[in-house]
């Protein structure tokens, strides 16, 4: 498998207060399956469809007192050369880089104003081994009250070329690698709850965007946003039961045309 360029989405995880409703939840939204925790690294558990690998889970650990939530990691060829880059950005380092067995190397950081990624150098564990199609990571958006900060941190550290979506009615950028559109960042506005902080919020892709919030409802889950119907696909922002934010979107249901980029 070809090494991906630094900056690229590579991988997404979470820890869970419950590991075993997260597999629940998933499995029953999103049709993942799950291999067998490893003991070895804090019951960490990987997520597959279609038996590709798609997403890793686990349990948290005593004194991991941060919100439940998603972290998308990016590929870095020099873990602890990007590191150091983070810092002279004006980022901070959440969890110093580490060893994880023989699979890789990763570090948790965030930029200056507070959203939160990760740093994946891979080992024998490559990243996705399925993205872009229903039960996978499809997209994510820098979703931050602070976009000018995010505007100069992310280009400099990955190299991104950036671009503007044309919409009065939101200031959206996307990033970009080697011509290939990699990242969106959203100004969040007032009518963002107050409390939520900047964040990365994943997408993942889906069959139906209404049956599956029909699912994430039943499983005691919330629709923040949405259902929306976009040029992208029907979307809405949602959270699962135990507080994880994310969204799901149908890339086959299109509607309206697609906005101007410069």
Same mark, same amino acid.
């Given at each position: ?102 699979? @890789? ?5 965030? +930029?200056?104003? =507070?959203?939160? #990624?990760?740093?994946?150098?891979? *080992? !024998?564990?490559? /990243? ?104 992208? @696909? ?5 959270? +699962?039961?135990? =507080?994880?934010? #994310?969204?799901?979107?149908?890339? *086959? !249901?299109?509607? /309206? ?6």
């Amino acid at each position: 498998m070809a090494v991906k360029p630094e900056g690229t989405p590579i991988w997404i995880d979470a820890s869970f207060p419950d590991l075993e409703a997260a597999k629940t939840f998933y499995g029953e939204v999103l049709g993942w399956t799950f291999g067998e925790s490893s003991a070895e690294f804090g019951n960490y558990t990987q997520a597959f469809s279609d038996g590709k690998r798609v997403a890793g889970l686990s349990p948290k650990m005593p004194g991991q007192d941060w919100p439940t939530a998603w972290c998308l990691f990016f590929a870095s060829a020099d873990l602890q050369a990007t590191t150091g880059k983070i810092r002279d950005l004006g980022g901070r380092i959440v969890i110093d880089p580490m060893a994880v067995g023989d699979l @890789g190397h990763m570090t948790i950081a965030a +930029d200056p104003a =507070g959203v939160t #990624f990760g740093l994946w150098q891979p *080992g !024998t564990h490559r /990243g996705f081994e399925k993205q872009g199609e229903p039960g996978s990571y499809c997209w994510a958006e820098i979703t931050t009250r602070e976009a000018e900060r995010a505007d100069a941190f992310f280009p400099a550290l990955f190299s991104y070329g950036v671009k503007k979506m044309q919409d009065e009615a939101i200031d959206f950028k996307l990033y970009e690698l080697g011509g290939d559109t990699t990242l969106g960042r959203m100004r969040m506005t007032e009518d963002f709850p107050a409390g939520l902080p900047s964040h990365i919020n994943p997408y993942f892709a889906v069959d139906d965007c209404d049956e599956a919030i029909a699912k994430i409802t039943k499983l005691g889950g919330q629709v923040h946003f949405g259902p929306h119907d976009s040029p992208f @696909g029907r979307f809405a922002a949602v959270s +699962d039961q135990q =507080g994880a934010g #994310f969204s799901v979107i149908d890339m *086959g !249901t299109t509607k /309206g045309d697609m906005p101007k980029i410069s």
